[in-house]
């Protein structure tokens, strides 16, 4: 049974930094797309960055090089290193796995995390 646990997530002023943590179970995420969505109320849930199956990261064009994804193995968790945050990063953060075609292309795989509140505010 596939389960993601995201932590990390809280409350910063613009311009600072979070990094968000998914511990996985029942996925290997080293051989598995793994992805950081996220939802704003009312909005549609978006793709922030993700591995393909293959360990190649991808990125939402509205990153604009502020986030990195990365992963410890040896830990099987994921991470999201979310730099130079802005007001409209305030959202809900979700790890996602599953298929990885619809991982990866925004649609988001079968498996969801609870997720963790971002709030960036002064």
């Known amino acids: 049974q596939v389960q993601l646990v995201e932590s990390g997530g809280g409350l910063v002023q613009p311009g600072g930094s979070l990094r968000l943590s998914c511990a996985a179970s029942?996925?290997?995420?080293?051989?598995?797309?793994m992805g950081w969505y996220r939802q704003v109320p009312g909005k549609q849930r978006e793709l922030v960055a993700a591995?393909?199956?293959?360990?190649?990261?991808t990125y939402a064009e509205f990153m604009e090089g502020r986030f990195t994804i990365s992963r410890d193995n040896a830990k099987n968790t994921v991470y999201l290193q979310m730099n130079s945050l802005k007001p409209e990063d305030t959202a809900v953060y979700y790890c996602n796995t599953g298929r990885p075609g619809l991982v990866v292309a925004g649609i988001g795989g079968d498996y969801w995390g609870q997720g963790t509140q971002v709030t960036v505010s002064s």
């Open positions: 029942g996925v290997i995420v080293s051989s598995s797309a």
């Open positions: 591995f393909t199956s293959g360990g190649t990261a």
